[in-house]
């Protein structure tokens, strides 16, 4: 079973930036599609972005596309989120999973993936 562990979060002024790292344990990590979630007090989960096993396809969800960008390092078994343009209503406890296969589709959904880590708080002031 992989073990995800996420850090980067913080407190950032609006139009602010962070970058959010997910360190993965274990030998296969290339071998998966990863993702990011976010959730926010009382509201469910919420797809933010994913990468392909090799980084060559990635996904965004609407609200974010244009000011982030998701990428991997699978030689550091990393994979990164790169905010730029931060909103207050981006603040939430983000997330990073691990899709459930190899072959990645674009799922946005939570329940397709199988392994997540503790999340990262992310607050931005306005």
């Known amino acids: 079973q992989v073990q995800l562990v996420e850090s980067g979060g913080g407190l950032v002024q609006a139009g602010g930036s962070l970058r959010l790292s997910c360190a993965a344990s274990?030998?296969?990590?290339?071998?998966?599609?990863m993702g990011w979630f976010s959730q926010a007090p009382g509201k469910e989960r919420e797809f933010v972005a994913a990468?392909?096993?090799?980084?060559?396809?990635?996904y965004y969800a609407d609200s974010v596309k244009g000011r982030s960008t998701i990428s991997r390092a699978n030689a550091k078994n990393t994979v990164y989120l790169d905010m730029n343009s931060l909103k207050p209503e981006d603040t939430a406890v983000y997330y990073c999973?691990?899709?459930?296969?190899?072959?990645?589709?674009?799922?946005?959904?939570?329940?397709?993936?199988?392994?997540w880590g503790q999340g990262t708080q992310v607050t931005v002031s306005s």
């Open positions: 274990g030998r296969t990590f290339s071998n998966y599609a």
């Open positions: 999973a691990r899709f459930r296969s190899r072959a990645y589709y674009g799922s946005t959904h939570s329940s397709d993936f199988d392994s």
């Open positions: 990468i392909s096993w090799g980084g060559d396809s990635t």
